[in-house]
Every structure is written in structure tokens, then in C-alpha cells.
């Protein structure tokens, strides 16, 4: 058994630059952070 804990990220601005339409007309970055909650997971 595979157990996982992982913080949840969270992405301040540029959640639109990963669309197709959006990245092929403007440059773009992305401020992400991770924060003190986690996601447990069991394989």
C-alpha cells in the first residue's frame, strides 16, 4: 500500500494561461503557493 499526503496549491492570477486561445495572443505567468491543508491518498 501507497499513502500520499500532498498540500492543496492555490493559484493567484494567470489561471487562463494554460488555454489554447488565451496563450496564443498574450504572454502570461502564474503566482501559485501551496498552503498548510493536505489531501491524503491510498493506492
Do not use: N, W
Not at 489561471?15 to 502570461?28: H, I, P, Q, V, Y
Request: glycine content about 10%; overall charge negative.
Amino acid at each position: 500500500m501507497i499513502i500520499s499526503r500532498t498540500p492543496f496549491r492555490i493559484s493567484f492570477v494567470g489561471g487562463g494561461t494554460d488555454l489554447e486561445a488565451f496563450c496564443s495572443k498574450e504572454d502570461g505567468q502564474v503566482l501559485s503557493s501551496a498552503i498548510d491543508k493536505y489531501i491524503h491518498t491510498e493506492f
